[in-house]
């Protein structure tokens, strides 16, 4: 359902509205701080919903991937939080401590020496 966001002409407060779009389109929706009618629609940030595929290709793109530095690991570490971030999944808590390492410039090979169980579970199975 999407969010409609109005300033109260009365109370002056900024408001946040779910409705439908038959909601929006027929009623006259009201402050619910203090119960007024002049409300003024404000135009807010739009998002784009994108299928799994179409943020991987996104991330994966050359211009994308053109100013990671594979040896600077704060870049590593930035690419790494952007790329959690397109997924909009918890990658866990052992990924988080891994780019925040690598944000701080810690080197990679550091951070796999004193986590040797990192990524442990991609072999299982093999």
């Known amino acids: 359902m999407p969010y409609y966001d109005f300033k109260c002409g009365d109370c002056k ?5 779910f409705l439908t779009y038959a909601e929006y389109d027929d009623s006259l929706p009201v402050c ?4 007024g009618a002049h409300l003024k629609r404000r135009i807010s940030r739009v998002a784009l919903a994108k299928s799994e595929d179409a943020r991987m290709d996104a991330m994966m793109d050359d211009s994308a991937l053109a100013g990671l ?3 600077d690991p704060k ?16 990658m866990g808590e ?4 891994v780019v925040d390492r690598l944000e701080k410039g810690e080197s990679p090979d550091s951070i796999e020496q004193s986590m040797p169980d990192l990524g442990g579970d991609l072999n299982d199975g093999l």
């Open 13 to 17: 407060k900024p408001v946040r509205l």
């Open 32 to 35: 619910p701080f203090c119960q």
């Open 69 to 71: 530095d594979e040896e």
């Open 75 to 90: 870049a590593l570490g930035r690419f790494m939080r952007k790329m959690s971030r397109e997924m909009g999944e918890d």
């Open 94 to 97: 052992e990924f988080e401590e």
